[in-house]
């Protein structure tokens, strides 16, 4: 080990030096050498630990002393880091370790370690890496872990209800019809979709989940929406640059102070979304959406509500045990109500981390998901041609019409195109849990300790050949049911799995569908991409560095409704 070589080699000289009454060291070259005596042991000691010695045959990337893999991503930008990372899995396997000084990560890419992590109650606890996200979401459902995220979930989850959802669909048509109208002066021309796509699902959660009835006026919603992106890559930076993730360093810095710039912008717009509902609260404002006696579903039918791709969790349970009378409100209407509610225990606090967290979650995913689709669409004329005539199917003469919850569930192909964005562009590449207990991995003869960092990379998992042959090429027919059937259930996991997966994913997948309908009805997508071209920058939310550019050319129908 250098280091300890050059420790010991150098502390045996000042002892001699001393000892022999000859030359004194300057103080300089004393504290260098206790220094690097100090951090000799520290090193030799970290070596021998037990995390240390357990991980030891984890395959990993040349480590230095100290900082372990660090060196590979300093002064890396975040599309870099991505390439580098996806790179060293490649050439070290499907399970990989790195330290980033004292904090040892290990990376998942088998469908059987995942599970391992994901399902059942064992390891629910965020990595200490979602901290960053501390001043932004508070304890949000996304962050918090133990009793606090239990509660918050039993309570969040049935605001997501199917028949919320479908109380949903006019609006999530409106907005639709709203963003393509504004799309048409770009028709011709090569734009970038993202811009749209942010603003729009910004609106969309607003009128929504939170009850906005007044949109905020100019460009409130992509301002908005362009700090989140600043700030995502922010907190990127402080996960994965080791000076950053100092809070006595980051302090300090420029990045810091861009950082506040943001969570200005960010919390003015929630506080004001929060604040304007409250004052409007009345038994005639709030957005009761469903009030009637729900009557047990058959089997049969909880059968056909099965959700696509095998995603279950406990949203399935919630829709499918829903017995009795029940008052179903709207997101932040139903936080309002419960902070009212003394039995509930729900404060002013609980709600704005919830809005927080919600706005981020909801908005940014889906605005990445339907860029990433439309860029496909435009690559993939004939997959695009099949999404239309779908389309024709179900809108026969009538394509202008409002899209209602009954066309969505015949959009069968059009849900596998979307499935299939995905998969290859999962817009959440990794999610990372701390583990609490040790976990014998299923992928080799590797034991993981407690305290590890364990990172799921979905965006590996989606293009392993042994799952999906020919895994680079984007082909919706991979969501047919008769293959998803020979596949295990965690290769494919866009919106994570288990007791901690994706709270909104039905909401996603339902607005993804009206959008992506009423877009493809209205236009023909073009694009003069190809894969090949993309740049993929990986920071919180998987995007194209070099923007998703698309054209758009008008479809002239005879009719228009
Ligand atoms: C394509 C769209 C979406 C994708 C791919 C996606 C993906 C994910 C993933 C992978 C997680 C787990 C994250 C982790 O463990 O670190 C997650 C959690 C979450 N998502 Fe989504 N999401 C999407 C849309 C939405 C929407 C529309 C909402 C709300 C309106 C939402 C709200 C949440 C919340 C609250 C959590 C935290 C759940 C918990 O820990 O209990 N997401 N999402």
């Known amino acids: 080990m250098a280091l300890d ?69 300093a002064g890396l930008s975040n599309a870099e880091i991505l390439n580098v990372g996806l790179g060293y899995l490649n050439k070290y396997g ?36 979602y901290r960053y996200f501390k001043p932004w979401f508070g304890d949000g459902l996304l962050i918090s872990n133990g009793h606090h995220w239990r509660h918050h979930r039993k309570m969040i989850a049935p605001t997501f209800h199917q028949s919320i959802l479908k109380s949903f669909v006019p609006t999530f048509v409106q907005h639709s019809k709203a963003v393509s109208a504004r799309m048409a002066k770009e028709a011709g021309k090569a734009f970038d979709v993202h811009d749209y796509m942010s603003q729009t699902t910004v609106d969309i959660l607003l009128t929504t989940a939170m009850g906005v009835k007044q949109l905020p006026e100019g460009n409130k919603s992509f301002e908005y929406a362009q700090a989140v992106v600043d700030m995502c890559d922010i907190i990127h930076k402080r996960q994965v640059k080791l000076l950053y993730r100092l809070d006595s360093i980051y302090k300090f810095t420029k990045l810091r102070e861009k950082g506040d710039r943001m969570m200005n912008i960010i919390l003015g717009m929630t506080r004001k979304v929060v604040k304007d509902r409250k004052d409007n609260f009345t038994s005639e404002t709030r957005g009761v959406i469903d009030e009637v006696e729900q009557p047990q579903l058959k089997s049969s039918a ?172 984007f082909d919706p027919d991979n969501f047919l049911p008769e293959r998803m059937a020979n596949r295990h259930y965690y290769s494919f996991i866009p919106f994570s799995a288990g007791p901690r997966s994706c709270v909104g994913r039905k909401y996603a997948m339902l607005k993804l569908k009206v959008l992506l309908s009423t877009l493809v009805r209205n236009y023909m997508v073009h694009s003069s991409e190809t894969e090949a071209d993309f740049k993929l920058q990986a920071d919180i939310i998987l995007k194209l560095e070099n923007g998703f550019n698309v054209s758009l050319e008008p479809r002239k129908y005879a009719t228009v409704a």
């Open 5 to 73: 070589t050059l420790a010991t080699g150098a502390a045996g000289a000042a002892a001699a030096s001393a000892g022999s009454g000859g030359f004194m060291l300057s103080p300089l070259l004393s504290g260098l050498l206790g220094t690097l005596l100090v951090m000799a042991l520290y090193e030799y000691w970290r070596r021998n630990t037990r995390e240390y010695r357990m991980v030891a045959n984890i395959p990993s990337p040349p480590a230095l002393p100290l900082i372990g893999q660090a060196h590979l991503v």
């Open 94 to 129: 499907e399970t990989m370790k790195a330290w980033l000084g004292n904090v040892l990560l290990v990376f998942l890419t088998n469908p059987h370690d995942i599970e391992l992590i994901l399902s059942g109650h064992q390891h629910l606890t965020k990595a200490e890496e």
């Open 302 to 473: 909880k059968q056909s509500q099965a959700p696509a791709a095998g995603l279950r969790d406990d949203l399935d349970d919630i829709d499918e045990n829903d017995v009795g009378a029940k008052r179903r409100l709207a997101l932040l209407d139903a936080m309002v109500e419960m902070a009212k509610n003394p039995e509930i225990e729900w404060n002013e606090k609980d709600i704005m981390d919830e809005v927080n967290t919600i706005m981020f979650e909801g908005h940014d995913t889906t605005s990445a998901g339907s860029s990433f689709a439309l860029c496909m669409l435009g690559i993939h004329k004939d997959i695009q041609q099949k999404v239309f005539a779908e389309q024709k199917a179900i809108f026969g003469d009538n394509m202008q019409r409002d899209c209602t919850f009954a066309d969505t569930m015949e959009m069968k192909y059009l849900e596998r195109v979307i499935l299939e964005t995905l998969r290859l562009y999962p817009p959440v590449p990794l999610i990372a849990r701390r583990l609490d207990h040790d976990v014998k991995l299923v992928s080799g003869p590797y034991t993981v300790p407690k305290g590890t960092t364990v990172v799921v990379l979905q965006y590996c998992v989606h293009r392993r050949p042994d799952i999906y042959p020919n895994p680079t090429k």
